[in-house]
T-cell receptor
Framework: EPEVTQTPSHQVTQMGQEVILRCVPISNHLYFYWYRQILGQKVEFLVSFYNNEISEKSEIFDDQFSVERPDGSNFTLKIRSTKLEDSAMYFC???????????FGPGTRLTVL | GENVEQHPSTLSVQEGDSAVIKCTYSDSASNYFPWYKQELGKRPQLIIDIRSNVGEKKDQRIAVTLNKTAKHFSLHITETQPEDSAVYFCAATPSFGNEKLTFGTGTRLTIIP
């Protein structure tokens, strides 16, 4: 069964550095999402993406964040200047066009020192 | 926007007993309600979902009930087994196009052998 994949599984970075988190959604899915989960807390929505543009973004998704789908398979989340509070597990999810189910990737644990 | 509350935050049950987790939502436009199971360090995995045109759905030992009037839905796990131990999240969404999932705060379920 196809799965969403994410790389890297763990990223450690210094505060102020840029990071790019990568996701490969399930092929033929049309809707793409990034969520994050701070340790021990609930999953929070960051941004949704459809038809090569952002559909919705949360208050968390400020100017330091950007998303891109540079080719037909990858979906990336960039954080330009990381802060300590960006430390979290970042999940990518994708959804086909004909169902409501979102499929989650395994996550990237981002640690900002 | 949507707000989802989930109770209890922790739940311990004896193996073989039943477990019930409850969620309430605020947005009457929400009409799709998935439940995700998350094991430690792993991705959220969909275990069951329900749409607002259905009051109850069952899949083997797992069932979900929905009361649209009262805006609450519940997860029922019968004949619990040790492998049911995990964190369970409910979520809600208006379910058209690319709508985001709004998650509850999670329930840590522990099955006592």
């Amino acid at each position: 069964e196809p799965e969403v994949t994410q790389t890297p599984s763990h990223q450690v970075t210094q505060m102020g550095q840029e990071v790019i988190l990568r996701c490969v959604p399930i092929s033929n899915h049309l809707y793409f999402y990034w969520y994050r989960q701070i340790l021990g807390q609930k999953v929070e929505f960051l941004v949704s993406f459809y038809n090569n543009e952002i559909s919705e973004k949360s208050e968390i998704f400020d100017d330091q964040f950007s998303v891109e789908r540079p080719d037909g398979s990858n979906f990336t989340l960039k954080i330009r200047s990381t802060k300590l509070e960006d430390s979290a597990m970042y999940f990518c999810a994708s959804k086909p066009g004909d169902t409501d189910t979102q499929y989650f990737g395994p996550g990237t644990r981002l640690t900002v020192l | 926007g949507e707000n989802v509350e989930q109770h209890p935050s922790t739940l311990s049950v004896q193996e073989g007993d039943s477990a019930v987790i409850k969620c309430t939502y605020s947005d009457s436009a929400s009409n799709y309600f998935p439940w995700y199971k998350q094991e430690l360090g792993k991705r959220p995995q969909l275990i069951i979902d329900i749409r607002s045109n259905v009051g109850e759905k069952k899949d083997q030992r797992i069932a979900v009930t929905l009361n649209k009037t009262a805006k609450h839905f519940s997860l029922h796990i019968t004949e619990t087994q040790p492998e049911d131990s995990a964190v369970y999240f409910c979520a809600a969404t208006p379910s058209f196009g690319n709508e985001k999932l709004t998650f509850g705060t999670g329930t840590r379920l522990t099955i006592i052998p």
